[in-house]
C-alpha cells in the first residue's frame, strides 16, 4: 500500500494520523476552531461544511475558507460537506454538491476533498478528475449510521472506491451489537491488506470506540477526535486519543 503525502504528513504510514473536525455555524466561530486546531496537537484538519451557515452562499465559502487555509498554515485541510442523509446537517442537492465541490477544488485551499461515493457515479467521477487535475487528494467515503452491513459488502464497496479513483478509502459504520464492531475491524484489516490506497474506518457510537484506537493494529489510516466538540458520535477527546495512539505505538515497537 502506497501512502498519500500531505504536506508534511505521509497519511498510510506509521501511526495513525489524528484529524479534528471544525464545526463551527458562523464565519466566526469556524475562525475559532481553527486557531483551536492549528495549535492542538492533531495532525490534520477538516472543515465540516455542512455545519456552515452561509454555506451555499459562493463568496463567503471561499472567503471563509481562505481564512481557514491562512490561520492552519502548513497542517492538512479537508474539506467536508456532509450530506443530511449521510449523517450530516444539512440537505443538498447533487448539483449544489458538485458545485460546491468543484468551486472548492480548484480555490486551492484544500488539500483533500472529502466525496461521498453514493452521491452518484457522474458527480462523483466528475469531481475525482477535477481534484486530481488541481492536485487535491481524494477521500472517498460513505457513512451508515444505521447499521454495520456484511462484511463483504463493505469490502467491495472501499474496492468500488478505490476502483473510481480515490486516493483514499473511507467507511463509517454503526454497530449493534459487538461482533459488528469486529466484522468492521476484520474488513479493515482486509481490505488495508489488498488495497493500494489507505483506508479509514470507523465503528461508531460508544461500542465502536475501540476501532478509533486500533488503527495501526488493523489498518486504518486516519482516525478522527473531538476537540470541545464532536462530529460523529463515539469521537474520543483529541490529548486523550494522542496519548493512547502514541502508548500503543511504544508498546508495540518493543
Ligand atoms: O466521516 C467522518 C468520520 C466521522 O463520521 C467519525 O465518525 O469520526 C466524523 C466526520 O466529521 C468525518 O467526516
Keep these: 500500500m502506497k501512502g498519500v503525502r500531505v504536506r508534511q504528513i505521509e497519511i498510510g504510514n506509521g501511526i495513525p494520523k489524528i484529524c479534528v473536525?471544525?464545526?463551527?455555524k458562523t464565519q466566526e466561530e469556524i475562525i475559532k476552531y481553527a486557531e483551536e486546531a492549528r495549535n492542538a496537537p492533531a495532525d490534520m484538519v477538516e472543515w465540516r461544511a455542512d455545519w456552515y451557515e452561509e454555506i451555499l452562499c459562493e463568496n463567503r465559502v471561499i472567503e471563509t475558507a481562505g481564512k481557514v487555509r491562512q490561520i492552519l498554515k502548513e497542517k492538512p485541510l479537508l474539506f467536508t460537506f456532509r450530506s443530511k442523509k449521510e449523517g450530516g446537517e444539512k440537505e443538498i442537492s447533487v448539483r449544489e454538491y458538485s458545485a460546491l465541490n468543484s468551486q472548492m477544488i480548484k480555490s486551492g485551499y484544500a488539500d483533500l476533498i472529502d466525496i461521498e461515493y453514493f452521491m452518484g457515479k457522474e458527480a462523483v467521477e466528475q469531481l475525482v478528475y477535477l481534484a486530481k487535475e488541481n492536485q487535491v487528494k481524494t477521500v472517498?467515503?460513505?457513512?451508515?449510521?444505521?447499521?454495520?452491513?456484511?462484511?463483504k459488502e463493505m469490502l467491495l464497496c472501499l474496492k468500488a472506491m478505490e476502483e473510481t479513483g480515490a486516493d483514499i478509502a473511507k467507511l463509517a459504520v454503526m454497530p449493534r451489537r459487538k461482533e459488528d464492531v469486529t466484522e468492521l475491524l476484520a474488513v479493515t484489516a482486509e481490505a488495508a491488506g489488498c488495497l493500494?490506497?489507505?483506508?479509514?474506518?470507523?465503528?461508531?457510537?460508544?461500542?465502536?470506540?475501540?476501532?478509533?484506537?486500533?488503527?495501526?493494529?488493523?489498518?486504518?489510516?486516519?482516525?478522527?477526535a473531538s476537540l470541545g466538540k464532536t462530529s460523529a458520535p463515539g469521537q474520543i477527546e483529541l490529548h486523550a486519543l494522542r496519548q493512547v495512539l502514541g502508548i500503543l505505538h511504544e508498546a508495540q515497537k518493543g
Design 21 to 24: 473536525p471544525i464545526v463551527g
Design 140 to 151: 472517498l467515503s460513505s457513512h451508515d449510521f444505521e447499521k454495520t452491513p456484511p462484511r
Design 196 to 224: 493500494s490506497c489507505p483506508v479509514i474506518t470507523m465503528s461508531m457510537g460508544k461500542e465502536g470506540m475501540i476501532s478509533r484506537i486500533s488503527g495501526e493494529t488493523f489498518g486504518c489510516a486516519v482516525t478522527f
